[in-house]
């Protein structure tokens, strides 16, 4: 090679410092970008011409290039905050996205939902999710998370349940519904739904009929159904017998009468089915169910599956990324989980810009599924990923990379002289 050639030499190096100068700048300029992947530049020697042909040895390299920049996908700090619906991926994997070019990928979790409901990136591209049922539950559909309405309605109450203890100790009773305080052992009142969902209040009185077995009757005020008698001041609307072994443990349920006609709209004969646990005969084991102790007869719990009409309350999601609505009556909804998708080959994913990615041949087709599931990482509420970016690292590389780029600019100055001298021997 001519002293003419190492000018070429030392030019290819300054272009290759310089393109790895960008790669650090970029790195520096995006340390505060959420999600932010670095990367790094790798240089490769160039094609050397060989002096001895195919035989290899006595070979002069003719530069150097900047052959790949590759990016780095470890994990960048996450850090909490106070907006529910800033999320971060601790470990593989990206949130996907519906971007104007297609398909889109980012690990930039700032979230928000626009005036349509939709979750939404900064740039207002939709996010991708698994979507719930009706009753909650989340299922394989990927679709755009979405609020939906934001009132859900009435459900009238079909199911309420009790579990208590009854007093062994209590005198046979003749249960009359005319008098309904004075002729039974214990009472317990329930607020219940109509189909409108109108708070209803219901007492349950219970009589002893005789040992190991009582009664229980269902009552509403007169006042609040169909049925007004101003003869009675409560109305039974249900019945039912309770049978117990000689444990005290609940045996048997056999279920009687069962209409309640509430007044004010409601519809007629609607039937609330009464569960006091799982008895013997179901298979019970004695440890979920009513019982008939020798102890004072009460309430230990009680619930129904009926709700008032309810608009939004609160919207939260949990660390397994599950969208979740709380409503002004206290019930609570699923909504949605937000979906992973996971590459073979991240290096391969090309940059996009707006901190997205898009699929490519080498990267192959993104894996959507949930968050935790078969290597994909897990999803952190309130929290966002930082960039990955070593701010003391990449200095250091600046500082290199400088030394590098003033050494081949002697390269040139040093060819420079050499070919003057070269110049002047005719002189």
């Not at 009359?176 to 349950?204: C, F, H, I, Q, W």
């Not at 590459?343 to 087709?365: D, I, M, P």
Request: net charge negative; hydrophobic share 35%.
């Amino acid at each position: 090679m001519s002293i003419l050639g190492s000018f070429n030499v030392g030019i290819t190096g300054l272009n290759s410092i310089g393109g790895g100068m960008a790669v650090i700048a970029d790195n520096i300029a995006n340390a505060s970008t959420n999600g932010f992947k670095s990367s790094r530049p790798e240089f490769q020697d160039v094609l050397a011409s060989s002096l001895k042909g195919i035989d290899g040895g006595d070979q002069i390299g003719a530069g150097t290039k900047l052959a790949h920049t590759r990016p780095v996908f470890t994990q960048g700090s996450l850090v909490r905050t106070m907006n529910v619906t800033d999320l971060g991926i601790n470990g593989n994997g990206f949130f996907s996205v519906d971007a104007p070019f297609g398909r889109g990928f980012t690990r930039d979790g700032s979230f928000n939902f626009d005036k349509e409901g939709v979750l939404v990136t900064g740039d207002g591209y939709p996010v991708l999710g698994f979507t719930a049922d009706e009753s909650g539950k989340v299922t394989s559909r990927l679709e755009q998370i979405k609020l939906g309405g934001t009132t859900i309605p009435a459900k009238g109450t079909s199911l309420a349940r009790v579990q208590m203890n009854l007093d062994s100790r209590a005198d046979i009773q003749k249960f009359e519904p005319e008098r309904p305080d004075k002729t039974s052992n214990y009472n317990a009142g329930m607020v219940v739904y109509d189909n409108v969902g109108s708070a209803r209040l219901v007492t349950v009185y219970f009589n002893k009929v005789e040992e190991n077995k009582w009664e229980y009757h269902a009552m509403v005020k007169s006042s609040d159904t169909t049925k007004g008698d101003k003869s009675k001041e409560e109305i039974e609307m249900a019945n039912g017998v309770l049978e117990f072994s000689d444990k005290g443990v609940l045996k048997k349920e056999s279920p009687g009468m069962n209409s309640f006609n509430f007044n004010k709209g409601a519809a007629p004969d609607q039937k609330i089915d009464f569960d006091f646990g799982q008895s013997s005969e179901e298979g019970g084991n004695g440890l979920d169910c009513s019982t008939q102790y020798g102890s004072s007869s009460s309430v230990a719990r009680h619930s129904q599956n009926g709700a008032s009409a309810a608009t939004l309350g609160s919207l939260s999601f949990n660390d397994s990324g599950v969208l979740t609505a709380v409503y002004n009556n206290g019930e609570v909804r699923d909504l949605a989980q937000i979906a992973v998708a996971k590459f073979e080959n991240n290096e391969g994913l090309f940059k996009v810009g707006k901190n997205l990615y898009k699929e490519t041949r080498r990267s192959g087709q993104g894996a959507v599924g949930k968050p935790g599931e078969h290597g994909r990482g897990d999803v952190l509420a309130k929290s966002l990923e930082e960039s990955n970016v070593d701010i003391a690292a990449e200095f250091v590389n600046l500082m290199k990379s400088q030394r590098n780029f003033t050494a081949n600019t002697r390269t040139i100055t040093t060819a420079d002289q050499m070919l003057q001298e070269i110049l002047n021997i005719k002189r």
